[in-house]
Structure formats: structure tokens, C-alpha cells
């Protein structure tokens, strides 16, 4: 069988490999000094069960929710944890189960100015009840859905009454473990998904020889009895309309699992096949029925692999049998393999908030005492880290679904799908800020993949060249979200969205190869879109017709279709200036770079509602403002950084501000709720905005609301599985202690008065800079950066610099016009460290 090494790992820009391993190999160096902040060094555990970096939970899963996470990008194990039944679910990355050939939007470009009439004249519900009429849908359309292979029950055989029980994820390792004692001793069950070797991999030890007697079986996933009556129904009738031919055996020391898909069509998947092969240490093996029987074990050691199959007609059943038997039969082994890849990901990064000794904490406790008004700080450090984990976990050859990779029933809300208006951003924030840019490439090259259909997109609905990112896919990027009461189909900012992460990546690692070849033909597709689909007003600038602003609806008009929302604009004039930017760093273009300058100067101007003092989420008089909404769209030009354009008018920040005020006032004390990524919505643009107090009420929100004793994150309120936060959470974080643009580095934007010290760890700036390390403590910062590139750069702090001291490295400094930045010269390659001391008001 071929290597499971996956390519999104092996696929790293030659130029930030370099940058990475001259990293790597600086930081094995003597350590330079940091700060001794009062309580900030993670006291090490007495307990051995309590992970470096991690978590203990002290009661098991009761619904697939509630499962510890573990995944290489490609697997995913969701382990319940129960001691004496277990039930662990396996997934697989491109699970989106058919539901017969995708609909084609059928050609309706002709009729698009009636929509548009429509909507000048008013008449909104009338535009987009046609747009519905002429799509040849019956109802709103979701994409295939991600749904879970098959579950492994492990019955161990045992006294019922159990104690110290004990379940933990180790985040370095990636291992799931479950451990408890009965009269007998001590039993454990460790779990990790390689990304080594591309399989899950599960040892059970007992308290001694021959100790071990279990049952295993694979079988259909079936929802926890504590679900919603109706959604067990709909699950299970799901299934069995959608998977066949169900197939599960067990001979000598191997389970495996076949079924077919009912409603396969030409491209889909078409066939599911798993394989347990379990290996034991002086015991027996024997099988009855699709059962696999254990006896007298030491130990026993079982594989897990499943494959998705496009051609029914080639079975991988065999490879999967002779790939698992040449296996060293050795967890440590294994283990050690998969950390060279899983531990470098993940250890790149570290924050240091002065959690202590509360790392030592059960998650149930630490979710009980933190409160609003003083959250827990070893939470904060653990959700960040969990976050992390979680994301990475999710990650092979393509971005996180609403789930991640774990799934438990068969009718996930939202389809589990790629939802692009809002939550896949969110779930990707950190990857780049966060210092795993490869990973960013699952994202950019399923859009790559997914531009036929977006061009289809643009060309059938709107009569453009040019793409169209729907506000949901999976297996196809075919724009059918529309129903009578529902214009997903009008929005257009999608892929002007996606292409600031193609552009955004070559910010972060300057690979050009990239950006000649990926981000600046994505970024010529989206703006091309603009240039067919864009009208003038009387007044000369443009107009953006139809459209919809994520999920919302004026106030006046109750209506989703509309024009000119300010989500499209902000995106694409976004778009506009990093293509242009783009093509003169590349020397190309030259002939339509002044067409794109014409095109900016077209754009509509921000609009202030004089009764609420907010930036109009419609840049018109004509529809009104409704703030109650869970998507804060109208905040995209903040989501990322703080153009010039607002950064100058103090009156556009106020408005701006004015937003991220009140939907927190709405959302919380008026207690109407809201879900999670648009809280993270909210803290990015208070982040951008450098409003430490504002992103801190935002944080201490997502900290308190959103996360179970299993630190997988919500959608809502403790409920509803969820991954947006996990990467959203730590980008509300890291640009809250470090924002960059090329040439200039933020220290401590956005500090809170509740961080008088901390440090954080492997912050990638644009410009192609790690930060190694960030100390503060007071009026002092200590730097510890490396440039892939000789530049020069200037670094600016939250208050004016009295000194700055270079404690390691040759660097030149000269002071700028403003007292709280200095411009530092920086060689290519080498750990420079910088001591300033700041004169705080």
C-alpha cells in the first residue's frame, strides 16, 4: 500500500521550509531570558495521568458530542470513553454521503434585470420568490453531507463497580485516553490517529497478565437514545435510504466493514470499506459471527483503517489486510512516528497566560468556576490550545467541515457542509497567524478544485465571467441556496473572501511560486465576476445588485435580497487593492491596473445610520438597520487587520465600534443568545479596532459559553457540535497580542487590563517573521524574532518607548515619528531578541 503521508503536509512552499527549519534550528539554542511574570509558568503536574499540554475530564461521554477527539486529517475517532461498553466512531475525510447528481443552476442570466428591476422598484420578496421560481428547485438544497463510517463497541468484561476513573487528551500526542480501576487494578485504553502511517491505532493493558478479555465489533453509527426523538428518526431513516449492502465480518484476528451508497452518482463516492486488525500479546483470538473475541490478553493492540472507493469494482479490502500485518506491532513505535508530524504541528505555538496550577484541573471544574466577570485563565491557555488541536486534528487534503471530521448521526445540521459565508473563515483564522501556513493549502486547492462550478455559478445566475463561492459545498461548489424565503443564491462576496486567504498566505510565507501559479489566478477569477456584475448608479458609483447580506434581512423590508450590502463592498475593494498589489509585486497586469484603480474609486462609501451611529449594513437610505442578527457581516473590513481608510476617520472607527457595542449588549444582557463565530466576528473586529477592553468582553464570551467537559467547541450556547470557534478563538487571541501588515509588526494591540503579563509563542507575522516568543510584564516587553528575509521593519507598542535594548543578535535601530515605534533592521535567518521598557500613562 502506498505511504498515507498526507500531501497537504509534504506540500510546503520551498522558501518557508527553509524559513522553518532555520527556525527550528535556532530555537535548540540557548534560551534567551524571560520575564519571571508573577505565577506564569505552568507548575508541572503531580498527577502522570495529567497531560503537559491537555486535558483530564472526570466523566465519560454520553452522547457523540461528548466523545475525546483525536484525527491525522483524514481519520477521525470520536471516543465515548464509557469504561465497560465502549463506542468509539470513525470518519473519514471526504464521508459526504450522495444524494444523487448535483442540480446545475439552469442558465437564467437573461432574466436577471427583471430581479434587479424588481429590486429598484422595492419589490424584494417579488425578486427573490422568482429567483427561487426560475431555479428549478423544489426547496433549499444542501450539498452532500458529512456523515460518520461506522462505530467499533468494545465490551470489556469486568466488575461493573469501577472507580478512579479518569479520561484525558493529550494535545502534543494526540492521544485519547481512558483509564479506571476496579478490584483487580488498573485498565486503560489509549487511542491516536497517525499521521505517520494514516490509521487510528488503540492499546487496552490491564493490571497484569492475561488480564484482558474484550468483544469487539464494527457496526452502524447509532445516535445516543439522548438526542431529540425526531432527529433519531430522521437519522435512521436517512440511513437506510442512503447506505446499502451493509456487509460486517470477523476471521482469526480481523474485522472489516463494506457498504455501498444507495444514491451514488458518477463522481461520488461509491463504496465504503473498513478494516480493525487486532494484534494480542499472549492471548487468543476467536470470532463468532461479526464478533472478535479476546481472551487472556497482556495487552491488545488494534489498527483502524477505512477507505472511501470512487470505483466500486476495486475493493482495498486486501491492500488494507497486508499494509496493517506489516505493521510493527509496537504502540510506542507508532506513536513516536506519527508525534515527528502531529507534535512539530502542534508545538509551534504556546500561550502563557499564568494558568498555574489549575492546568491540573478536571475540565469540569475549570468550566465551573470560570465566570464572566473572571475567567479562568488555565482555561483560556487550554481552549486556546484545544482549538488548535482541534483544527489541525481536522485538516488533510481538506479544510474543516462545520464538525471538523467527527460526525455521529446522519442528518448533521447544515449538512456538516463547507459553509463559506461565515464559518469555514472562522475555523481557518489562526492557520496562518498561527504559524501552520501549509495547512491552508486543504483550503486553497478544494477551491481550486471546486472553480468549474463557480464559473457555472457566475455565468448561469448572473451573467458574469468569473467565479461565484455559494454559501455552502462539499462535493460540488453548485450555487442552489435559495428558497422563498431564503437568497443565499445572491451572495457574492464568497470568492473575494476566499482569495484573502490566497493572498494572505504568500503574506505570511513569500512563496511567489504561489502566488504566480494559485493566488493571483484565484484573485483574477473574483475580480473578473466584479467587472460583468457591477452597474453605475444616477450617481455614478457602483451598484451591487442582487445580493444578500449573510443570513440577514433590513429591518424594513424583512426581506434577504437587497443591494449594495456593505460585506460586498468592503470585500471587494479588498480584493481590488491586494490584486493590484499582487500583479506589480509579479510585473503583470499592466494593462488592467488601471482598469481595478477605476473600479475602486466607483465603490460606495461607508454609510453611518444618524439614529443608531453604526456603519450601514446596507450601504443605501433605502433599507433600514437590524442588529439582532447572529452574522455581523457589515464588520468585514475588520475581520483582519484595519484598512486606512478607517483607521484614519475616527468617526468610521467610532461607527464600526458602535456595531460590536451594541450586539454584545442585544446577545447578552438582553439575553436573546447568539452562536459562536459571530462572537468571533465581534472580537476580530474589536481586535483590528485595538480596543483591548472590547475583544476581552468578546473573549470572555467564547471562553465561558461555547466549550463541553471534552473541549470540543459549540455553536450555541453548550450545545450543537461545532469547529468555527476552534480556529476562531485563537485568531481572536493572537491579534489581540500581535497584529502585522509587510514592514510592521503591532506589539500588544489589543492588550486587556486583565494580562498584566503573560507570553505567547510562534506568532507568523506577514513579512515572513516568526515571532519565537512574546514576553510582558508591565511596562516591559521581551521579543525573540527570526526574518526569513534581510528587511527592515517597524515595530510599534501600545505605549511610548523609553528604551529598546538589543540583547541578542546584530540589529540596527532608528527612531520614526512616533514615540511608540522604532524602525529595527533585521538579517535573514538569525534570532534576534529586543528588550523595550515602555513609559505607560
Not at 475517532?77 to 465502549?86: H, I, R, Y
Not at 448533521?412 to 504559524?435: C, R
Not at 505570511?508 to 493571483?520: C, N, S, V
Request: hydrophobic letters at 40%; aromatic letters at 10%; charged letters at 20%.
Amino acid at each position: 500500500m502506498k505511504s498515507k503521508y498526507r500531501p497537504v503536509l509534504i506540500l510546503i512552499a520551498g522558501f518557508f521550509f527553509i524559513f522553518i527549519t532555520i527556525s527550528d534550528t535556532l530555537s535548540n539554542h540557548e534560551s534567551p531570558e524571560v520575564f519571571a511574570s508573577p505565577g506564569s509558568t505552568r507548575a508541572a503536574s503531580d498527577n502522570p495521568q495529567v497531560p503537559e499540554r491537555g486535558f483530564i475530564s472526570t466523566e465519560p461521554g454520553e452522547t457523540w458530542e461528548l466523545g475525546l477527539l483525536s484525527g491525522n486529517g483524514t481519520i477521525g475517532a470520536n471516543v465515548l470513553s464509557q469504561p465497560l461498553d465502549e463506542t468509539i466512531i470513525f470518519t473519514h475525510e471526504r464521508l459526504f454521503l450522495p444524494g444523487g447528481t448535483p442540480h446545475m443552476p439552469p442558465d437564467n442570466s437573461a432574466r436577471l434585470f427583471e430581479i434587479r428591476r424588481l429590486i429598484e422598484r422595492g419589490l424584494y420578496r417579488q425578486a427573490q420568490q422568482l429567483a427561487f421560481d426560475l431555479s428549478g428547485q423544489s426547496g433549499f438544497m444542501y450539498p452532500d453531507p458529512f456523515v460518520p463510517a461506522f462505530e467499533m463497541n468494545i465490551k470489556m468484561d469486568g466488575i461493573k463497580k469501577i472507580s478512579d476513573y479518569l479520561r484525558s487528551v493529550n494535545f502534543q500526542t494526540g492521544e485519547a485516553s481512558v483509564q479506571w480501576n476496579d478490584d483487580a487494578g488498573t485498565y486503560q485504553r489509549k487511542l491516536f490517529v497517525s499521521r505517520a502511517d494514516g490509521i487510528a491505532v488503540l492499546l487496552i493493558t490491564g493490571p497484569g497478565k492475561r488480564s484482558i478479555n474484550c468483544r469487539l465489533k464494527l457496526k452502524p453509527v447509532e445516535p445516543s437514545k439522548k438526542l431529540d426523538p425526531r432527529q433519531l428518526e430522521t437519522s435512521a431513516r436517512i440511513f437506510e435510504a442512503h447506505v446499502s449492502d451493509i456487509r460486517t465480518a470477523a476471521e482469526n484476528n480481523i474485522l472489516t466493514w463494506e457498504n455501498s451508497f444507495t444514491k451514488a452518482y458518477p463522481g461520488s463516492i461509491h463504496k465504503l470499506e473498513g478494516m480493525a486488525y487486532v494484534a494480542v500479546e499472549n492471548g487468543t483470538t476467536n470470532h463468532t459471527g461479526d464478533t472478535l473475541t479476546v481472551s487472556g490478553a497482556d495487552q491488545v493492540l488494534v489498527f483502524v483503517d477505512l477507505e472511501v472507493l470512487y470505483d466500486a469494482t476495486h475493493s482495498k479490502i486486501k491492500d488494507m489486510k497486508d499494509f496493517l500485518a506489516n505493521l510493527p506491532a509496537d504502540y510506542e513505535t507508532l506513536l513516536n512516528r506519527h508525534l515527528k508530524i502531529h507534535g512539530e504541528l502542534f508545538n509551534r505555538m504556546r500561550l502563557d497566560l499564568g494558568g498555574g496550577q489549575d492546568h491540573n484541573l478536571p475540565t469540569e471544574e475549570l468550566l465551573a468556576r470560570s465566570t464572566y466577570d473572571n475567567p479562568d485563565r488555565a482555561l483560556i491557555e487550554k481552549e486556546f490550545d484545544a482549538g488548535r488541536y482541534n483544527i489541525i486534528s481536522s485538516i488533510g487534503e481538506l479544510p474543516p467541515t462545520l464538525q471538523g471530521i467527527w460526525a455521529g448521526t446522519y442528518n448533521p445540521p447544515w449538512a456538516s457542509d463547507f459553509t463559506h459565508n461565515g464559518n469555514v473563515p472562522s475555523a481557518i483564522a489562526s492557520l496562518l497567524m498561527g504559524n501552520t501556513p501549509e495547512l491552508m493549502l486543504a483550503y486553497t486547492s478544494y477551491l481550486e478544485y471546486i472553480v468549474p462550478y463557480l464559473e457555472i455559478n457566475a455565468k448561469h445566475m448572473f451573467g458574469a465571467r468569473g467565479i461565484v463561492l455559494p454559501s455552502r459545498s462539499t462535493t460540488h461548489g453548485f450555487n442552489n441556496a435559495l428558497n422563498p424565503n431564503f437568497a443565499g443564491g445572491f451572495w457574492v462576496a464568497g470568492a473575494a473572501w476566499a482569495a484573502h486567504f490566497f493572498y494572505d498566505y504568500y503574506l505570511h510565507t513569500g512563496d511567489r511560486e504561489f502566488l504566480a501559479k494559485h493566488a493571483l489566478p484565484f484573485m483574477e477569477k473574483a475580480a473578473l465576476f466584479f467587472e460583468d456584475y457591477l452597474y453605475e448608479g444616477p450617481d455614478g458609483k457602483y451598484i451591487f445588485s442582487p445580493t444578500q447580506s449573510p443570513e440577514n434581512f433590513p429591518a424594513n423590508t424583512r426581506v434577504q435580497a437587497s443591494y449594495n450590502a456593505t460585506m460586498d463592498v468592503a470585500a471587494a475593494k479588498e480584493l481590488l487593492n491586494n490584486l493590484i498589489a499582487a500583479s506589480r509585486e509579479l510585473r503583470v497586469n499592466k494593462e488592467k491596473i488601471p482598469l481595478w484603480k477605476r473600479m475602486l474609486e466607483k465603490m460606495p462609501d461607508y454609510m453611518i445610520d444618524e439614529k443608531l451611529g453604526v456603519v450601514k449594513e446596507w450601504l443605501t437610505p433605502r433599507l433600514e438597520e437590524d442588529l439582532n442578527h447572529r452574522h455581523s457581516s457589515q464588520l468585514y473590513a475588520l475581520y483582519d487587520g484595519l484598512p486606512e481608510e478607517i483607521a484614519s476617520n475616527p468617526e468610521l472607527r467610532a461607527a464600526f465600534k458602535r456595531i460590536i457595542e451594541i450586539k454584545l449588549n442585544k446577545h447578552w444582557k438582553e439575553g436573546t443568545g447568539f452562536m459562536s463565530f459571530g462572537v468571533v466576528q465581534l472580537g476580530q473586529a474589536a481586535a483590528s479596532l485595538e480596543d483591548g477592553e472590547l475583544a476581552y468582553e468578546c473573549l470572555k464570551h467564547l471562553v465561558n459559553r461555547y466549550w463541553l467537559n471534552n473541549l470540543a467547541s459549540m455553536h450555541n450556547h453548550k450545545s450543537l457540535f461545532n469547529m468555527d470557534i476552534s480556529g476562531g478563538l485563537p485568531a481572536v487571541i493572537i491579534r489581540m497580542l500581535v497584529a502585522s501588515e509587510p514592514g510592521r509588526i503591532k506589539l500588544l494591540p489589543a492588550l486587556p487590563a486583565a494580562w498584566p503579563s503573560g507570553a505567547i509563542e510562534g506568532v507568523l507575522c506577514r513579512g515572513q517573521i516568526e515571532i519565537k516568543r512574546l514576553d510582558w510584564n508591565g511596562d516591559r516587553i521581551l521579543i525573540n524574532l527570526v526574518s526569513a528575509k534581510k528587511q527592515s521593519v517597524t515595530l510599534e507598542t501600545r505605549g511610548e518607548i523609553s528604551d529598546l535594548a538589543v540583547k541578542k543578535g546584530k540589529v540596527s535601530i532608528k527612531k520614526t515619528r512616533q514615540k511608540n515605534s522604532r524602525l529595527v533592521s533585521l538579517p535573514a535567518g538569525n534570532e534576534v531578541t529586543l528588550e523595550i521598557k515602555l513609559r505607560l500613562a
